[in-house]
Structures are given as structure tokens and as C-alpha cells.
């Protein structure tokens, strides 16, 4: 009986437990895409101001805005929103965490159109709001990812063919980006950048989770700094990350923010997902409604960002809108006078009869 109670009282603080890291997760999560959403307009606004200096953009290769003090605050706030984002993937799975990224959209689309004076039409609000749906339902149909306890288990995940085989076709795409296509079409098209971005940052989101579990192991007093897979993940990560904030700020120098911030958003969540999913077998555990779920989430998102990028150039405002739905009572109602009209002048024998003498005698 005793040992029932005791089995008992341990799965229920098992529960607790594991849902306080998902809340404090969670919190983590959404003060990183605060801190991130902001970052996007502050350093946008210090690249708008060596532009204005005519020194070398960044986008053509120069480094000026590291003398200057918004874009050095934006990194600053970049840094916060990653650390708290770090923080949050050793707490909740990565297929919770990084949809929530959705929130930078929206937080970066409101500044912009406030801040930068970039227009944000009815079609892009109504994004950002499919965007946000489209993370919630993600997030309610959240996969469970394969427990990972030690530094010693996350170093087999990384060596499962699948996973290997997954990374050396992200690397070998994204140095094709790098050296081949980006020179030639990265100034037009707004894709190149962030794909680059997108594909080093699965890199960043992996090695984030293995220090994470090596956190956890430290403060459980284990040796860990003698693992040398601690050193490979410190140096994955550096170098993931410094790519990321090079193809970035050419991307927000050349092209819109609130194009690059949401298409950057898909792209990166859509790499992570899939990283995390091959790397932690997350889906191994799901229902097919759960599934559904999932998807029908992120078909959401896309239809969000679809909004957003394809109608940028439309002016709609939403009195527009109302103005418009206002008229169409009033021209259903001449329409339909006129067919009234029309079908009584039918039913008049003698007005029948006149035309029929108008038109025989011509």
C-alpha cells in the first residue's frame, strides 16, 4: 500500500515538474521574440542612418554599422531574445519553441510600420494574425520529444545516419548559397539571404540543445567540460551564429523588414522543425490527429506569410473595405429594379404589341 502512495505522489511530482519547464519555457520563449522583434527595428534603424551618411552599405559588403550605437543596441537586444531562446530549448522541445517565434513577426511588423515608416496594409495584419493562429494550433499539437538525459546520448543521436545524411545536405546547399549563388542574385531576390540564414541556424538550434543538456549535467555536478562534444557544439554554435548575423543584416539592408522578418520566420522554423524531428524522433510519439494538427498549423502560417509578401504594393486600408461593402447593398437594389422592370414591360401585352409593330415595320 505504502509503495503504491510513494509510486503515486512521484508521478504526480513527475507532472508537475515537467510541466513547471514548460511554462518557464514558454516564458523564456515569449520574451525572446519580444527582444527579437524589437532587435529587427533597431538595427534597421542604424543601418537607415549610415545610409543617409553615404557610407558602404552593408548589403554591398562594408562594415560601417559597427561604429554605429542603434545597431550595436539592436544586437544587444538580439543577444538578450537568443539567450532567453537558449534558455527555453533546454526547457520545452524545439517544435514548441521555435513556433512561437511567430510573435517576433507581429512585434516587428507593428514597430516597423510605426518606427521605420515601412506601410503595413490590411492584407499583412491580417498575416500577422493568421501567423499567430497558425503557431498556437502548433503549439497545442506539439509532438513529445525523445527524452535526452546526457551529453553521451545526444552524441548518438548525432552520429544516426539519418541525422548525418540530413546535415551534410544542409551544409553542402547552404555553401552553394554562400559562394555561388548569392554573389549573383542576393541583391534581388530576397530568398537567398535567408535561406542561407535559415539552413546555419538548424545548426544553431541543435548545438543549443546539446549545451543545454551539458547546463543540466553541470549543475547536477558532472564533469562535463572534459567531453569534447561540449567543444564541438560551443564551436558549431559561434560559427552558426556569426553566419546567421551576416546574411541578416544584408538582407534587412537591401529588402523590406516586414517582408525579411516573417519570410525568415517560415524558412527558419521549417529547417528547425525538420531538424529537430529527424534528431530527436519527435514524431514517433504523435496520433495522426495530432499530426493534422501540426501541419494544418503551419499551412496556416505559410498562408499568413503568403499575405504578407504578395500583396506588399496593395493599398487597402480597412474604411476601403467598409466603403466598398456599403455599395454593394445599393447596387443589388438597382439591379434589381431594373430586372423588375424589365420583366413587367414583358408582361405588358400592349407594350408587347407596339414593339413588335416598331420592329416588323422597320
Not at 510513494?6 to 514558454?26: D, F, K
Not at 544587444?76 to 517544435?95: I, K, V, W
Not at 552553394?176 to 548569392?182: D, K, R, S
Not at 534581388?188 to 548545438?207: D, M, P, Q, W
Request: charged residues 15%; glycine residues 6%.
Amino acid at each position: 500500500m505504502d509503495r503504491t502512495v510513494n509510486e503515486t505522489n512521484q508521478s504526480i511530482s513527475m507532472l508537475a515538474g515537467s510541466r513547471y519547464n514548460l511554462y518557464v519555457g514558454l516564458a523564456l520563449a515569449l520574451g525572446s521574440s519580444a527582444f527579437n522583434g524589437s532587435s529587427f527595428i533597431l538595427k534597421k534603424k542604424g543601418l537607415l542612418k549610415l545610409a543617409d551618411r553615404g557610407v558602404p552599405r552593408a548589403g554591398q559588403g562594408g562594415y560601417s554599422y559597427l561604429k554605429e550605437w542603434l545597431w550595436w543596441a539592436g544586437l544587444l537586444s538580439m543577444g538578450l531574445g537568443e539567450a532567453a531562446n537558449f534558455a527555453a530549448y533546454a526547457f520545452a522541445p524545439a517544435t514548441l519553441v521555435t513556433p512561437l517565434g511567430a510573435l517576433s513577426v507581429l512585434i516587428s511588423a507593428i514597430l516597423s510600420s510605426y518606427l521605420l515608416n515601412e506601410k503595413l496594409n490590411i492584407h499583412g495584419k491580417l498575416g500577422c494574425i493568421l501567423s499567430i493562429l497558425g503557431s498556437t494550433v502548433m503549439v497545442i499539437h506539439a509532438p513529445e520529444e525523445e527524452e535526452v538525459t546526457s551529453l553521451d546520448e545526444m552524441e548518438r543521436k548525432l552520429q544516426d545516419p539519418a541525422f548525418v545524411t540530413f546535415a551534410v545536405l544542409l551544409t553542402v546547399v547552404a555553401l552553394v548559397l554562400i559562394f555561388i549563388v548569392a554573389p549573383k542574385r542576393g541583391q534581388t531576390n530576397i530568398l537567398i539571404y535567408i535561406l542561407i540564414c535559415s539552413f546555419i541556424g538548424a545548426f544553431s538550434v541543435s548545438s543549443v540543445k546539446g549545451l543545454g543538456i551539458a547546463i543540466k549535467q553541470m549543475l547536477e555536478q558532472k564533469t562535463v567540460y572534459r567531453h569534447p562534444l561540449v567543444y564541438v557544439l560551443v564551436g558549431i554554435l559561434v560559427l552558426s551564429v556569426s553566419t546567421q548575423i551576416n546574411y541578416l543584416n544584408k538582407a534587412l539592408d537591401v529588402f523590406n523588414t516586414s517582408l525579411v522578418t516573417p519570410i525568415y520566420y517560415v524558412c527558419f522554423t521549417t529547417t528547425v522543425v525538420t531538424c529537430s524531428i529527424i534528431l530527436f524522433k519527435e514524431w514517433s510519439s504523435m496520433d495522426l490527429g495530432d499530426i493534422i494538427g501540426t501541419l494544418s498549423g503551419f499551412c496556416t502560417i505559410l498562408i499568413g506569410i503568403f499575405l504578407l509578401h504578395a500583396f506588399k504594393n496593395t493599398s487597402v486600408t480597412w474604411s476601403q473595405l467598409m466603403s466598398t461593402v456599403a455599395k454593394e447593398p445599393s447596387l443589388a437594389h438597382q439591379e434589381y429594379e431594373t430586372c423588375h422592370t424589365l420583366l413587367e414591360s414583358m408582361e405588358d401585352p400592349a407594350l408587347a404589341y407596339e414593339e413588335d409593330n416598331v420592329l416588323f415595320s422597320q
